[in-house]
């Protein structure tokens, strides 16, 4: 299953999920959905900001997953702690452009 970060809308608010699941966020939030959870949350105006799992759970170029990877993607690693990027080989750290190990 593939999850999302998501940032909560810069407006305090609460909405009722689909699923019976009430939410209530405010500005700075951030939240781990699953793909089955991301259409509720995108139309509540929370914004998604990367595929998020471990090293071990990052999509490769040739993975079959919902969103595989491509050049450009974003990915949070809770292993690293760090927002990286696929640069269409390797993740990197888009800050120091150094290669991150899976």
């Known amino acids: 299953m593939t999850n999302f970060r998501m940032l909560s809308p810069a407006v305090p608010m609460s909405f ?5 699941e009430q939410f209530v ?3 700075g939030t951030v939240r781990d959905v699953d793909e089955h959870q991301l259409p509720a949350f995108k139309a ?12 071990a759970e990052r999509p490769g170029s040739s993975d ?13 690693d809770t292993h690293l702690g760090a927002l990286i990027v696929f640069d269409g080989r390797v993740w990197r750290n888009p800050m120091t452009g150094a290669a991150t190990d899976k």
Do not use: E, K, M, Y
């Not at 009722?16 to 019976?20: D, E, F, I």
């Open 16 to 20: 009722s999920a689909p699923w019976g």
């Open 25 to 27: 966020s405010t500005p």
């Open 44 to 55: 509540n105006g929370w914004i998604v900001v990367a595929q998020v799992g471990t090293s």
């Open 64 to 76: 079959i997953v919902l969103h595989h990877a491509r050049a450009g993607s974003l990915f949070v």
